[in-house]
C-alpha cells in the first residue's frame, strides 16, 4: 500500500461527505480511493473489520489462480455440481438442472463476473478453507479470514475483511507490487476481473457463448418458472451503480460486489492515463429496511458509495477535493 500524502483539507472533506451518511442512516463506512501512480491513498477507517461478503471470492479466485498455475492443477479441470449443492442468494446457477459439470475456469467466470454462489462453493470444495487462508496470507491481508462456505449456516463464524485488505488484493495488479505473485496468476485473476464493471461487453460475452444456451436449456428443464428469474439473475448483477456512477465505461477494469442483510460493499479497479485507480467502499447498518431495494437507506448508500467513486475521478484528473 503507498503511503499517505493527502493536506488536512482533503481529509476533512472525504470524512464530511462520510460522516453525514454515518449519522443520518446509521452507516458504519470504511474506504480506501488510491491512485498508485502518483502515490496518493485517501481513506477513511480502512482497518475495521467487517464481514466479506462476496469480496471474499476475490481471494478464492486469486487461491485457485495461485493452484493452477504453480500446483498442478487445470482451469478445464471438470467439477459436477449435484442437486445438494443448490444454495440461494446470488448467481444464476441456481435455477438449472443438476447434476452437470462445469470446467474450473467457467465456475470462476461466474463467481467473479456473477458472483455466483454456488460456483464459488464448489471451488472452496475443491481447494479448501485452509488452502484459501494460506494465499490469504501470503499477499498480507492480514484480517481476512474464509472460515466458510457462501450461504452456509449461521452457526459458522462469518467471512471477513476490512477494506485495506481489499485494495491489498487489488494492488497485485501493480506492476510494481512487492508480492510473490507471477505474472501468469495476475493475468489469469485479470482475465476474470476484465470488463467485469462494462455492462454490455460483459453481457455480450456470456449471451453470445454456446454456454448460455445450455444453460437457458437446462434452467427450462427445471421447470419453466426458472426461466425468467435465470435470465433476471444474469442481467441485474451487471449494473454499475455504486462506486463506478460516474466513471467512463472505458476506465473499467473490474468490480467485486457484495450485499446481504447488513452490508453494502464495492470495490473496484480502473484504468487512468495517471495510473490505475483502486476504490473501496464498505458499508455497514442494522437497519431492518437497509437493503429494500427503494428505500432510503438502500439510496443512500448506493449515493454514498457514487459519491466515493466521484472522488476518485478527481484523483484521476489530478485534482484536489
Known amino acids: 500500500m503507498t503511503q499517505l500524502i493527502m493536506n488536512k483539507y482533503q481529509l476533512s472533506k472525504l470524512n464530511d461527505i462520510i460522516q453525514k451518511h454515518e449519522a443520518a442512516f446509521s452507516f458504519d463506512v470504511s474506504t480506501i480511493v488510491s491512485n498508485v501512480k502518483i502515490q496518493k491513498v485517501y481513506y477513511y477507517k480502512p482497518k475495521v473489520v467487517r464481514k466479506s461478503g462476496s469480496l471474499i471470492k476475490l481471494f478464492i479466485m486469486l487461491t485457485l489462480a495461485n493452484y493452477v498455475r504453480n500446483e498442478s492443477g487445470n482451469w478445464d479441470y471438470l467439477l459436477r455440481i449435484e442437486p445438494t449443492d443448490r444454495v440461494f442468494g446470488a448467481g444464476f446457477l441456481k435455477y438449472l438442472e443438476f447434476p452437470a459439470t462445469f470446467t474450473l475456469r467457467n465456475l470462476t467466470q461466474y463467481m467473479i ?161 495517471n495510473g490505475p485507480i483502486i476504490v473501496v467502499v464498505m458499508i455497514e447498518s442494522n437497519l431492518a429496511n437497509f437493503l429494500r431495494k427503494g428505500s432510503d437507506e438502500y439510496i443512500a448508500a448506493k449515493r454514498l458509495a457514487a459519491a466515493i467513486g466521484k472522488i476518485a475521478l478527481r484523483l484521476e484528473r489530478n485534482k484536489p477535493l
Not at 248 to 253: D, Q, R, T, V
Request: hydrophobic share 40%; glycine share 6%; net charge positive.
Open 113 to 273: 463476473r456473477y458472483s455466483d454462489n454456488i460456483a464459488a462453493n464448489k471451488i472452496i470444495d475443491y481447494l479448501s478453507l485452509g488452502r484459501i487462508n494460506q494465499v490469504i496470507g501470503d499477499i498480507g491481508a492480514k484480517d481476512t479470514r474464509i472460515f466458510r462456505k457462501m450461504m452456509q449456516s449461521n452457526s459458522f463464524k462469518d467471512n471477513t475483511t476490512t477494506a485495506f485488505d481489499i485494495a491489498s488484493f487489488y494492488h497485485i495488479f501493480n506492476p510494481n507490487s512487492n508480492f510473490r505473485i507471477t505474472k501468469q496468476i495476475v493475468d489469469d485473476c485479470f482475465s476474470f476481473l476484465f470488463s467485469t464493471g462494462g455492462f454490455g461487453r460483459r453481457q455480450l460475452e456470456y449471451l453470445i457463448s454456446p454456454d448460455f444456451w445450455k444453460h437457458f436449456v437446462k434452467a427450462r428443464r427445471n421447470g419453466f418458472s426458472n426461466v425468467l428469474p435465470f435470465l433476471r439473475a444474469i442481467i441485474t448483477n451487471q449494473k454499475r451503480d455504486r462506486i463506478a456512477t460516474h466513471f467512463p465505461l472505458k476506465l473499467l477494469a473490474g468490480i467485486c460486489s457484495a450485499s446481504d442483510q447488513t452490508i453494502f460493499h464495492d470495490s473496484g479497479y480502473f484504468h487512468t492515463v
